[in-house]
């Protein structure tokens, strides 16, 4: 990489127009280059789970027109790993298969949290809950940019929905943004330093993404460091001046010179300044330093690859339920096995829009099931249903379907939902199965009690009207191109399941947090749940839940004991030691994913019941126990004060509570933290009960209330009554008995730091 002085000698080598030329993209997918002074041009592409290289030839844009390529899980079945490890050797494959492309940098990974299960894009998210999203996107990242290829972190921010996508505003307050929409950005941008992020469609509180300066450059480069490129989602710009100037570096795709002449006219007629464009240009220097894949371009190990996306997918399947232990399968057992469900034959296994993949291969579960069965297993097939959901056919397909099943010893049903349902673009109108699906399901139960369902979907779906009628149910998501053959690994038990959920299963949209207030109306959307999203709603709800946040079962079991906390240092430097052991009680190897929530039961301000702060995932042999250690520190602890504008973290005891899942917390203890006092700057505005909680403020008002033997200073009644009104006016309402400068008697007080 060329030296930072390097970089100011080719920016000043630059005319006003290169500069402007290089702050838009050349075309859909590259930035512009400069040749005479070796300025080259940086390849960007999609996405997420695969890499979607459009190929040369190619005359237009169309999402088949890609190069092959490896179609990994997509991120709301690798969510579900909890596996930074696992995370981390997909982003090494996307980079290599990114480097083989002549890929500069990779769109993703998309790291939104799930506000609701109707957005239409959840498959590309990685879940509910900030800490868990921040780690898993970090080491995605690790991984994407160890092969010398940038990753993109997106959307930035607050984008959560499809609909009006490229105009809503989110209207969420600042304390919200910090501790859920914005926390986990903020740990893979300082933990995994991404060479770009991705400015979002949406506004946020009436600012543009791409245009707003409290995000971009007070936020993100100001208090996070962020010292990479900031590029706009494509087509996310309105305003180029604007955007430039609030910290955005690239936008895309091209404008045709529209964005280049916009900034020279601004830089010219005042309206911009010069060094605000060099700053930009800087980033896209930076960038193509950075990205210069040269001639050195390995081919990627499709094999291998292939190989691990089987791998992820069974690693991130979540065994919901499995009664009588009707899994796994004998796999050397006599059996009748009926299939049913087209999913076993034509996969689901990716989302729809600019993250589509064009599979180097696809395996189907028929196929990998009838693989892995012995010679004792009988498999039969039927459709049970048709994906395009014609009525006649779905009839015929039914009855076949009961007649596979009535005879079987036990049935497969391959559900999920079809690709038209959910995309990038708009967002879902519930979140069932398919009622032909589910009236295929119901008609076999009715002639066979031994039913497992197997779902693909990307979006969550609720299972509460149906998953009595099966024995077990395996929610594989969007699995990627080995999908099947991960489902017949876990199906008859060459994979131990180990997936748990990253997101609340609902027993009905109507239960869900943001139910009233999504999708919005008038381009605004309401964020009225606050912090309450996901299982922070429920459980502080003690809502009923099909599944709750962090549930998945295993072939094996899991105890926990001995568990200790230890505490060291105060304030910013707390740092509190966990230690438990885990045991294997049952007989298979296995994995289990042991989860922390802290819950502070006295806060000055109203906090979730608990929240997810430190998890690890472990691999135990049968019989074995293995000591686990995970530490908090002063973070994990506090909430964010937009009074104070910083994290605030308070003395006392917080719960910390270990276990399987939100509401399977096996072990808890207390510990006692100690941290400063701080307190929010008074002014006239400040009402009674902020005076009287002010360590110096307190005293000082209380002594000048007692001064004027009024009523308000000896009833409790009376000053509860008064404690939420601004000081200033309590005295204009009293009528000359606080006197009228009392205000600035105090404040002047307060200020010199004394209360006698």
């Known amino acids: 990489m060329q030296a930072h002085t390097d970089l100011s000698a080719t920016i000043a080598a630059l005319t006003l127009q290169e500069k402007a030329s290089l702050l838009s993209g050349h075309g859909g997918w590259e930035t512009a280059s400069i040749e005479r002074v070796g300025v080259a041009s940086v390849l960007?592409?999609?996405?997420?789970?695969?890499?979607?290289?459009?190929?040369?030839?190619?005359?237009?844009?169309?999402?088949?027109?890609?190069?092959?390529?490896?179609?990994?899980?997509?991120?709301?079945?690798?969510?579900?790993?909890?596996?930074?490890?696992?995370?981390?050797?997909?982003?090494?494959?996307?980079?290599?298969?990114?480097?083989?492309?002549?890929?500069?940098?990779?769109?993703?990974?998309g790291m939104n949290i799930k506000r609701s299960p109707l957005c239409g894009r959840n498959f590309e998210y990685l879940s509910e809950d900030p800490l868990l999203t921040g780690h898993l996107a970090a080491a995605l990242v690790r991984g994407i940019q160890s092969r010398g290829v940038g990753a993109s972190l997106k959307h930035f921010a607050a984008n959560n929905q499809e609909s009006d996508r490229m105009r809503v505003s989110a209207e969420v307050d600042e304390r919200t943004l910090r501790e859920i929409y914005l926390s986990g950005f903020e740990y893979a941008v300082k933990n995994a330093q991404p060479w770009t992020l991705m400015a979002a469609y949406n506004r946020i509180n009436g600012v543009h993404a791409a245009e707003n300066p409290?995000?971009?450059?007070?936020?993100?480069?100001?208090?996070?460091?962020?010292?990479?490129?900031v590029v706009s989602d494509w087509?996310?710009?309105?305003?180029?001046?604007?955007?430039?100037?609030?910290?955005?570096?690239?936008?895309?795709?091209?404008?045709?010179?529209?964005?280049?002449?916009?900034?020279?006219?601004?830089?010219?007629?005042?309206?911009?300044?010069?060094?605000?464009?060099?700053?930009a240009v800087g980033c896209v220097l930076r960038l193509a330093q950075r990205a210069a894949v040269g001639e050195d371009r390995p081919d990627a190990d499709l094999e291998a690859h292939h190989r691990l996306a089987r791998t992820a997918a069974a690693e991130s399947a979540v065994l919901l339920k499995n009664e009588e232990a009707i899994l796994p399968l004998a796999p050397g057992a006599t059996m009748t096995l009926a299939v049913i469900g087209e999913f076993a034959r034509t996969p689901r296994y990716q989302g729809a829009g600019s993250s589509k993949v064009?599979?180097?291969?696809?395996?189907?579960?028929?196929?990998?099931?009838?693989?892995?069965?012995?010679?004792?297993?009988?498999?039969?097939?039927s459709p049970g249903f048709s994906l395009t959901g014609q009525e006649n056919e779905d009839a015929a397909l039914l009855s076949a379907a009961v007649s596979e099943a009535r005879v079987a010893d036990v049935a497969v049903l391959f559900l999920g939902l079809p690709e038209g349902e959910e995309s990038e673009g708009f967002d879902r109108d519930h979140i069932d199965l398919p009622q032909a699906q589910v009236r295929v399901l119901e008609a076999v139960a009715?002639?066979?009690?031994?039913?497992?369902?197997?779902?693909?979907?990307?979006?969550?779906?609720?299972?509460?009207?149906?998953d009595r009628h099966a024995r077990a149910v395996l929610e594989v998501w969007l699995s990627g191109q080995a999908g099947g053959a991960a489902v017949a690994d876990l199906?008859?038990?060459?994979?131990?399941?180990?997936?748990?959920?990253?997101?609340?299963?609902?027993?009905?949209?109507?239960?869900?947090?943001?139910?009233?207030?999504?999708?919005?109306?008038d381009s605004s959307v309401s964020y009225g749940e606050r912090l309450y999203v996901g299982y922070r709603h429920y459980d502080a709800r003690d809502a009923e839940v099909g599944y709750p946040f962090g549930h998945g079962l295993s072939y094996t079991t899991f105890a926990y004991s001995d568990l200790r906390a230890s505490v060291a240092g105060e304030g910013a430097d707390t740092a509190v030691l966990l230690e438990l052991t885990v045991t294997n009680t049952g007989p298979l190897a296995g994995k289990e994913v042991v989860q922390v929530y802290v819950r502070d039961p006295e806060a000055s301000v109203d906090r979730p019941v608990r929240e997810l702060k430190a998890f690890t995932k472990v691999l135990l042999q049968p019989g074995e126990s293995i000591p686990v250690r995970l530490t908090l520190d002063a973070r994990d602890f506090s909430f964010y004060s937009p009074h104070l504008r910083q994290w605030v973290l308070e003395s006392g005891d917080f719960v910390l509570a270990v276990g399987a899942s939100s509401r399977d917390l096996r072990l808890t203890t207390v510990v006692s933290l100690v941290a400063p006092l701080l307190t929010v700057p008074l002014t006239g505005d400040s009402t009674v009960g902020e005076w009287v909680g002010h360590p110096i403020g307190g005293p000082l008002f209380r002594k000048a209330l007692s001064e004027t033997k009024s009523s308000m200073a000896s009833d409790p009644t009376i000053l509860r009554m008064i404690e939420s009104l601004p000081l200033n006016r309590l005295v204009l309402m009293t009528g000359g008995v606080?006197?009228?400068?009392?205000?600035?008697?105090?404040?002047g007080q307060v200020a010199d730091g004394s209360s006698s």
């Open 491 to 521: 199906l008859f038990g060459a994979a131990n399941p180990c997936g748990r959920l990253a997101e609340t299963i609902p027993v009905r949209i109507q239960d869900t947090p943001a139910y009233l207030d999504f999708p919005g109306s």
């Open 358 to 381: 064009n599979a180097a291969r696809v395996d189907n579960a028929l196929d990998a099931l009838d693989a892995v069965a012995g010679d004792g297993v009988e498999l039969t097939f």
């Open 235 to 279: 087509g996310a710009v309105v305003d180029p001046v604007a955007a430039v100037s609030a910290g955005l570096d690239l936008q895309m795709p091209g404008s045709n010179d529209a964005t280049t002449v916009r900034l020279v006219d601004a830089v010219e007629q005042g309206q911009l300044d010069e060094a605000v464009v060099d700053r």
């Open 44 to 109: 960007l592409t999609d996405g997420p789970h695969g890499v979607r290289r459009i190929r040369p030839e190619a005359r237009e844009f169309s999402f088949e027109a890609s190069l092959p390529a490896t179609c990994f899980p997509t991120a709301a079945a690798l969510g579900s790993s909890w596996d930074e490890e696992l995370l981390f050797r997909v982003g090494e494959a996307l980079g290599d298969e990114s480097r083989a492309a002549g890929v500069g940098v990779l769109l993703g990974p």
């Open 738 to 747: 606080l006197p009228s400068d009392l205000v600035d008697r105090l404040l």
């Open 446 to 466: 009715e002639v066979n009690p031994n039913v497992v369902v197997v779902l693909s979907n990307g979006g969550v779906i609720r299972t509460s009207p149906w």
């Open 214 to 229: 409290w995000l971009l450059t007070e936020v993100l480069r100001g208090e996070w460091g962020f010292d990479g490129l």
